[in-house]
Nanobody, 124 residues
Framework: QVQLVESGGGWVQPGGSLRLSCAAS????????IGWFRQAPGKELEGVSC????????YYAYSVKGRFTISRDNAMNTVYLQMNSPKPEDTAVYYC?????????????????WGQGSQVTVSS
């Protein structure tokens, strides 16, 4: 059974740091593009970052580039999203997702499997 489980969310102060984890089971995550999305209250789902399966190329939304880093630990079958210098506007529920074939990383329709989400709140 394919499953993605996010963890590591919570409250963080602006300028702090937080690392989200996405633990995969039922499949080998390194063989799939894995994306992070977020949804803030009253807003649409937004693509945050993606790591490819081919060569581990990484992609970021303009709003998080230079602050967030996506990475894989293949031994742990886990993908991470390191959030540095978060801002209040980063507050959202964060989801990880895996796609068999992803032509547009920021388009959620390409992804087949989703985690349950993890709340991140950035405030002082």
């Amino acid at each position: 059974q394919v499953q993605l489980v996010e963890s590591g969310g919570g409250w963080v102060q602006p300028g702090g740091s937080l690392r989200l984890s996405c633990a995969a089971s039922g499949f080998t995550a390194e063989h799939y593009p894995i994306g992070w999305f977020r949804q803030a209250p009253g807003k649409e789902l937004e693509g945050v970052s993606c790591i490819s399966s081919y060569d581990d190329s990484t992609y970021y939304a303009y709003s998080v580039k230079g602050r967030f880093t996506i990475s894989r630990d293949n031994a742990m079958n886990t993908v991470y999203l390191q959030m540095n210098s978060p801002k209040p506007e980063d507050t959202a529920v964060y989801y990880c997702a895996a796609g068999l074939v992803v032509a547009g990383w920021g388009d959620d329709s390409w992804y087949d499997y989703w985690g349950q989400g993890s709340q991140v709140t950035v405030s002082s």
